[in-house]
């Protein structure tokens, strides 16, 4: 079998509903997107994605330096042609660029075009193919807990997630002034009870002393973990903070190499890790990431705004990992969407990797280059 064609877009898709948390106004995605053809026949599609402008950078690069590298190759070479792609333009040396960098967002798309060749190859869903643990995977809800909504909207949001049969909902912190922050979650918590899990994320905003003086009064309202307290960069500070409060601290979705997790791991500087395949390079990354974590008693729950097809799949197929989050957008943007039904997701059926977009939605959303 061999590549025959990549075609890229770029898809800039609106939001009903503009939000905001302590890091990002979010009123629209900017989506690339790839398609890769085999000689036989197969589609494979990958995509990446953010809440701010620059994703369209991820398309150029694979136009002007990586399609070449794949163009007449054999996509069950995967590891070799990921490989190839970091070393073009030495993107893998190049850590603006690179292994931390734009090169990055380009590379996860393409392995997941050559994971989804494969499943359809193999005529299996991506959890099938890597052998399935979970029969259906949780939801946790985070449409329920933005900044810009005010205390009032978030309980009611709060009880009517429970009322739909979500165990488990997220909101924001991270606020200017946090004793906002803490009667808000004192609000919620009051309204839903204590069996459901209330996950708390302060979007890397604050600094180590607000996030321990504010982390230990959390700890009385039981959250289920503390999501990027204070700067990714700062290994050291979470494996400080770790130590002064009993709510576990989840970190991932600012973190795009394997090696960074490792170090988390080893330094004891977190409890759970929300790696997100869209942040490293691919599926392939996400797996050796999630087992490393097993293997260290460490579980993953992926981030994830807009790519549960994909994620729950990966879950659902890991000893070591559970609740994939929720947020309704861009279901009108994936061939096969998930929702959640009573709080959990069922497990697709077809064939693939869960990354393929609906081609009307390419004619709908796609940015003309
Ligand atoms: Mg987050």
New binding site residues.
């Given amino acids: 079998m061999k590549i025959e064609n990549v075609e890229t877009y770029f898809l800039k898709i609106p939001l009903d509903l503009a939000i905001r948390d302590s890091s990002f106004n979010v009123s629209y995605i900017g989506f690339p997107a790839v398609k890769l053809t085999t000689d036989d026949g197969l589609e494979g599609w990958g995509f990446n994605w953010n809440t701010a402008g620059g994703a369209e950078f991820a398309k150029e690069m694979i136009d002007r330096y990586m399609k070449s590298a794949l163009i007449g190759k054999d996509p069950m070479n995967r590891k070799k042609l990921v490989a190839d792609l970091f070393s073009v333009e030495n993107f893998g040396w190049d850590f603006r660029l690179g292994k931390n960098g734009l090169a990055v967002m380009a590379v996860a798309s393409l392995d997941m075009a050559l994971w989804d060749i494969l499943c359809k190859k193999a005529d299996l869903p991506l959890w099938k193919l890597l052998g399935g643990f979970h029969g259906r995977v949780e939801a946790y809800n985070t449409h329920g807990g933005w900044l810009s909504w005010t205390t009032e909207e978030l309980v009611s949001n709060a009880k009517k997630l429970v009322s739909e049969g979500y165990r488990a909902i997220k909101i924001k912190v991270g606020s200017p002034e946090p004793r906002d922050d803490y009667e808000r979650l004192k609000a919620v918590r009051s309204a839903v009870g204590n069996f459901t899990k209330v996950m708390i994320?302060a979007?890397t905003r604050w600094d180590l002393e607000t996030a321990t003086r504010w982390g230990r009064k959390f700890d009385d309202f039981d959250p289920f973990w503390f999501?990027?307290p204070i700067s990714p960069l700062d290994i050291r500070g979470h494996a400080t903070l770790r130590g002064r409060i009993t709510t576990p601290i989840a970190i991932g979705?600012s973190i795009h190499n394997k090696f960074t997790f490792r170090d988390y791991i080893e330094q004891g500087a977190a409890d759970i890790l929300q790696v997100d395949a869209t942040k490293v390079a691919g599926i392939t990354e996400w797996i050796e990431i999630a087992n490393y974590a097993g293997m260290n008693n460490i579980n993953v729950y992926p981030?994830t705004n807009i790519q549960q097809p994909l994620h729950v799949q990966l879950v659902a197929a890991s000893t070591n990992a559970s609740v994939v989050e929720h947020v309704p957008w861009l279901l009108d943007v994936w061939k096969d969407p998930l929702v959640p039904k009573q709080g959990f997701f069922e497990l697709p059926k077809s064939p693939g990797a869960g990354t393929q977009i609906r081609e009307d939605a390419i004619e709908k959303y796609g940015q003309k280059s």
């Fill in positions: 994320d979007n999501e990027e979705e981030h």
